[in-house]
């Protein structure tokens, strides 16, 4: 027997609730895991709320993210013992996820635990910080083939307080970037200064309609927010500037015009850390292990256990959560 996070449908409504659920409910797979950590992102928020329709089966182990020790496999990559994670690949959403204290996996969905970083650590960072990666290193491939270096011009991080906007904000001081951040909550300046950021900015700048083209001000943006916030972003673009969009807090719209890209030249990289490569996300891992400040991560994360992630999924959604939540799916 093991304990879970279970959603259900039923005609009585849309529930999510901790449940003693027997492995032989566990669904098709090569490996199974022994969950340590789990973490809460908005996409989770979203599908134990019943907010949005991410769960597309029932019942449903909600939890796109975990860390923990293979116990058996017939996947001749993986031995009982080892450490991995997963991030994504439809995990929570088509097939039981990592709010429980066991998962039954495709071998090809995991990676090993990179080194340097503890279970904890993987958590705290989770789809969020992954993103994050994935976001930046996209960037700096912009850059890097334009010749353009660190502190030449403002990078924007929109949902700055939230766990992609945070550790994005880490990331690009850490390699030399002066980093404006976007909050709803002028409260966290000293929290988002903490992390690297230059300048704080409050996101009801961005947030109302605005004019197709508008002053140039960044040679990047990383957007979690979407909707009228990534198109005022893309319109402030410098010349040859590029936009990393990842998520949709405000919004799914994109309210925008093709003016930012036939006049000025701007990209716009859509980031999608479900279904992304292995090799893409080797190289995010092995970039969190290397740059990614321990003392501030511990800084920007707070753990719970299984029972609290219920109410706490609402309160992501609300933007009332700093940084990272870890889900400790044994306490």
């Known amino acids: 027997m093991f304990r879970a996070l279970l959603i259900d449908k039923t005609d009585a409504g849309y529930g999510c609730a901790v449940t003693e659920l027997d492995d032989a409910r566990l669904p098709a797979g090569d490996v199974t ?4 950590y789990s973490t809460l992102n908005y996409k989770d928020g979203l599908a134990i709320t019943g907010r949005s ?18 116990e058996a496999s017939s996947d001749a990559r993986w031995q009982p013992g080892d450490a991995v994670i997963l991030n994504g690949w439809g995990v929570g959403e088509t097939h039981w996820g990592g709010l429980a204290q066991r998962a039954r996996l495709k071998g090809d969905w995991l990676l090993p635990l990179p080194a340097g970083l503890s279970a904890w650590d993987a958590m705290a960072i989770g789809t969020a910080g992954y993103t994050a990666a994935l976001c930046v290193t996209r960037l700096e491939a912009h850059w890097a083939a334009q010749g353009v270096a660190p502190g030449c011009g403002d990078v924007l991080v929109t949902g700055a307080a939230g766990g992609v906007g945070s550790i994005a904000v880490a990331l690009l001081a850490r390699a030399g970037h002066r980093v404006v951040a976007s909050t709803g909550r002028p409260q966290e300046a000293p929290y988002l200064q903490a992390l690297g950021a230059a300048e704080v900015i409050d996101r009801a700048t961005l947030a109302a309609p605005g004019k197709p083209l508008q002053k140039e001000r960044w040679i990047g943006v990383v957007d979690a927010v979407g909707s009228h916030t990534l198109a005022n972003a893309c319109a402030s673009t410098r010349y040859g500037g590029a936009v990393a969009a990842c998520g949709l807090a405000q919004g799914m719209d994109f309210p925008a015009t093709v003016a ?3 006049l000025r030249g701007v990209t716009l990289y859509g980031i999608d850390s479900v279904m992304a490569p292995l090799p893409l996300r080797q190289a995010a891992w092995q970039r969190l292990a290397r740059d990614l400040d321990h003392a501030l991560l511990a800084s920007m994360t707070r753990t719970i256990g299984l029972a609290q992630a ?22």
């Open 33 to 36: 895991v022994r969950v340590a």
């Open 53 to 70: 329709p991410v769960v597309r089966q029932f019942p449903m182990v909600p939890g796109i993210d975990l860390a923990g020790t293979v």
């Open 260 to 262: 930012p890209f036939i």
């Open 310 to 331: 219920i109410d706490a999924a609402a309160d992501v959604l609300a933007g009332r959560v700093r940084g990272r939540l870890v889900v400790d799916v044994n306490a």
